[in-house]
């Protein structure tokens, strides 16, 4: 660790900035799907429901309240005392209370990592696609998608293997994001996804710095809507780099130690 460069090291610092934001998402304690049906949400009071596009609270400390998440998007604000989240998933409405005195963000004691290797900083091709495609993919959530349009194949060798991974835009940059999984998915990092960025050269290539793979939030919590890597996006390589399995996610049945193996 003593090696690694001090971008990394800032970028480490970053990531430990962002989990422990008191109104990050290891301060979400629950995930909740709205139907038309009034029901009651740990932390926060009232009776909450949706109909159509628009958010209702009924009976609160506060008294009544609306908002129409078609004209506002996705929208965060203070209600009794903490910041909740109202947002739109697919059509479906959702609530994310979010405590600055949740277990989670409690039992946060920074972002574990692989340590630094020069071996994982590539530098890939792209091989472009004849027009830009849309590319869907799974969630954490069964039945909800994400959707992405991908220039083409970004390809590089690890180790005398070669690999293969799909490339998403960005908007306003040339650099693509990349999301992945390879042999220490599920045992030494977490199962679903990891995200990095190709970082476009002026030569044309791309740099990937494996080192500086990130984590969803689905690999601290439940209460998160993560995308899930595409299926050709499985490396047959492991990539110890980057961050690393969590020691803990909270779940609806509080939190659980996770196990690297």
Not at 32 to 47: M, R
Not at 72 to 96: A, H, K, P, W
Request: aromatic share 10%.
């Amino acid at each position: 660790m003593t090696n690694a460069p001090k971008n990394w090291l800032d970028w480490k610092q970053s990531r430990n900035r962002v989990f422990s934001n008191p109104t990050g998402f290891l301060a979400i304690t629950d995930l909740v799907w709205l139907t038309k049906d009034p029901q009651e949400i740990g932390g926060i009071s009232g009776s909450w429901y949706a109909d159509g596009t628009s958010v209702y609270v009924i009976d609160s400390s506060s008294g009544e309240h609306s908002w129409d998440i078609g004209k506002l998007g996705d929208t965060s604000f203070q209600f009794d005392g903490i910041m909740v989240e109202l947002g739109n998933r697919s059509g479906s409405l959702i609530v994310r209370p979010r405590d600055p005195n949740s277990a989670m963000l409690k039992a946060f004691s920074g972002v574990k990592t692989f340590d630094y290797s020069p071996s994982f900083n590539v530098t890939a091709t792209l091989e472009v696609a004849p027009a830009p495609k849309e590319v869907v993919v799974g969630t954490v959530v069964e039945g909800l998608t994400q959707a992405y349009v991908s220039p083409g194949v970004l390809s590089f060798e690890i180790d005398g293997t070669a690999c293969r991974l799909t490339a998403f835009e960005q908007a306003g940059t040339k650099d693509l994001v990349i999301l992945f999984r390879d042999a220490t998915s599920g045992k030494s990092s977490y199962g679903t996804a990891r995200s990095v960025t190709a970082k476009h050269q002026t030569d044309g290539t791309y740099s990937i710095d494996f080192n500086f793979s990130s984590n969803f939030f689905c690999a601290y919590t439940d209460f998160a809507t993560c995308p899930i890597a595409p299926v050709e996006n499985n490396l047959p390589v492991a990539i110890a780099a980057g961050e690393s399995l969590p020691d803990a996610r909270i779940t609806s049945e509080g939190i659980k130690e996770q196990v690297a193996k």
